[in-house]
């Protein structure tokens, strides 16, 4: 079981920046994949995000391409999301997730991932 804790969420204006951080621990920690998902107010939770642990390989969401960075620390666990050039559309809750398992491959189906964090609010205004 792996244990994650999100940080880093506040308020911002239409083309500001954040960086959100999630903490991971546990003693079977051992993700293969990790991710970050939003939930807007009344919507479905979307991927956003996700990095493959081994490799580093990377996979967005359209509406977040060139804008916002996914990254990772693996000695200090740490799973990172810079984001730029908000817009109120990115309001919504975040969400640090992984998977541990048996599967390779990763992708932005958040039914993937079975370790979830409480979540860090972002909020942009116009």
């Known amino acids: 079981q792996v244990q994650l804790v999100e940080s880093g969420g506040g308020s911002v204006q239409a083309g500001g920046s954040l960086r959100l951080s999630c903490a991971a621990s546990?003693?079977?920690?051992?993700?293969?994949?990790m991710g970050w998902f939003r939930q807007p107010p009344g919507k479905e939770r979307e991927g956003v995000a996700i990095?493959?642990?081994?490799?580093?390989?990377?996979l967005y969401t359209d509406s977040v391409k060139g804008r916002f960075t996914i990254s990772r620390d693996n000695a200090k666990r740490m799973l990172y999301l810079q984001m730029n050039s908000l817009k109120p559309e990115d309001t919504a809750m975040y969400y640090c997730?992984?998977?541990?398992?048996?599967?390779?491959?990763?992708?932005?189906?958040?039914?993937?991932?079975?370790?979830w964090g409480q979540g860090t609010q972002v909020t942009v205004s116009s």
């Open positions: 997730a992984a998977y541990q398992g048996s599967r390779a491959w990763c992708n932005l189906f958040h039914g993937n991932y079975n370790n």
């Open positions: 990095i493959n642990t081994g490799a580093g390989g990377t």
């Open positions: 546990g003693d079977t920690y051992r993700p293969s994949c």
